[in-house]
């Protein structure tokens, strides 16, 4: 399913078909320590539904290079026992499948550093390929790159049908300062994400999405919608 020229979407990830890069975003695990801490029971499933949707995707492709677009673990502030456990397993787990993982930091990885140190992986801002830049979106950059990547905002849309509501998780596709910029949705399955129509939008990239083409990804297929304005119309 092609969004763009040698870029095509792989369930909620991206892949960069010449140069076999596959990208990933906003997995935030440990999500579920979070949520306990607060008071909300839920079980400790995500890394395994992870794995098992990166098994389909390694079904159809063999990446040289992963890269993990930011928010790899999802508490600010200090390492969880179940981020510490999972972000180890996973990175074992995608080196199996790649020559190079290249972890890029989001704003949610502050304190990746022990757990990248302990794989001798570095944490980075931005990775280019040809004339496509990956890097989180919490922060604008310069760059003379034609496209770039970002995750970090979750975009997603509610779809309505009679009494039927139902939230999707999708991808944004528009222009950004003279450059095509493509908005990755969270690779978690818990994180419905935002609203685009509804909610507020965080990332400095996206002040205006009016433009931005929505594609929706559901049961292994990529639905384009149109355009946020003719949505919210």
């Not at 969004?3 to 078909?17: A, D, F, M, Q, T």
């Not at 992870?50 to 063999?62: A, S, T, V």
Request: aromatic share 6%; net charge positive.
């Amino acid at each position: 399913m092609k969004i763009g020229p040698n870029l095509e979407v792989l369930g909620l990830s991206l892949w960069l078909k010449r140069e076999k890069v596959l990208i990933l975003s906003d997995l935030h695990l440990g999500y579920e320590e979070y949520l306990h801490q607060k008071g909300v029971l839920l079980p400790k499933a995500q890394a395994q539904l992870i794995r098992k949707e990166l098994q389909k995707i390694f079904q159809i492709i063999k990446p040289t290079i992963i890269i993990i677009n930011g928010d790899l673990k999802h508490e600010f502030g200090r390492v969880l026992r179940q981020e510490w456990k999972e972000v180890l397993q996973l990175i074992d787990f995608l080196q199996q499948h790649c020559k190079k993982l290249i972890l890029i930091r989001g704003n949610h990885d502050l304190i990746l550093g022990p757990i990248a140190e302990k794989k001798a992986l570095k944490i980075i801002s931005e990775h280019r390929v040809g004339d496509t830049l990956i890097t989180h979106g919490d922060k604008l950059i310069k760059t003379t790159a034609k496209t770039i990547i970002i995750g970090h905002e979750h975009p997603a849309i509610t779809l309505r049908e009679k009494s039927k509501v139902e939230k999707f998780k999708c991808f944004l596709k528009g222009r950004w300062n003279g450059k095509t910029l493509i908005v990755m949705p969270s690779f978690n399955p818990l994180l419905e994400g935002t609203d685009i129509i509804k909610e507020k939008l965080l990332s400095p990239f996206l002040k205006d999405v009016s433009d931005f083409e929505v594609f929706v990804v559901h049961a292994g297929e990529m639905f384009r919608l149109g355009r946020v304005k003719e949505l919210k119309s």
